[in-house]
Nanobody, 123 residues
Framework: QVQLVESGGGLVQAGGSLRLSCAAS????????IGWFQQAPGKERKFVAT????????EYADSVKGRFIISRDNAKNTVYLQMNSLKPEDTAVYYC????????????????WGQGTQVTVSS
């Protein structure tokens, strides 16, 4: 079993940047495809980005393409989400999730979840 802890959230002005981290313990993260999801108050959890075990393949939600970058450092057991040109509509709790094997856009495909980190973008 793998435990995930997100960090790096906070309050930022529109147009600013944040880098979220997802640190794993318990198992080596290189075994897992990783996804980032966002959940705004009163809304369903939405896919943001995903990366394969090797880091070669990534996918993004249309709403974040060209602004967010997902990457991983398997030696550090950590996955990152670089968030640039932030908009107020990016405000949400961001979760990282892990699944055995490849990546997925579907939240239900993931086996393990972190506790989330709050990102608030002011206008």
């Amino acid at each position: 079993q793998v435990q995930l802890v997100e960090s790096g959230g906070g309050l930022v002005q529109a147009g600013g940047s944040l880098r979220l981290s997802c640190a794993a313990s318990g198992r080596t993260l290189s075994m897992y495809g990783i996804g980032w999801f966002q959940q705004a108050p009163g809304k369903e959890r939405k896919f943001v980005a995903t990366i394969t075990t090797s880091g070669v393949t990534t996918e993004y939600a249309d709403s974040v393409k060209g602004r967010f970058i997902i990457s991983r450092d398997n030696a550090k057991n950590t996955v990152y989400l670089q968030m640039n040109s932030l908009k107020p509509e990016d405000t949400a709790v961001y979760y990282c999730a892990a699944r055995h094997g490849g990546s997925s856009l579907r939240a239900r495909a993931y086996d393990y979840w972190g506790q989330g980190t709050q990102v608030t973008v002011s206008s």
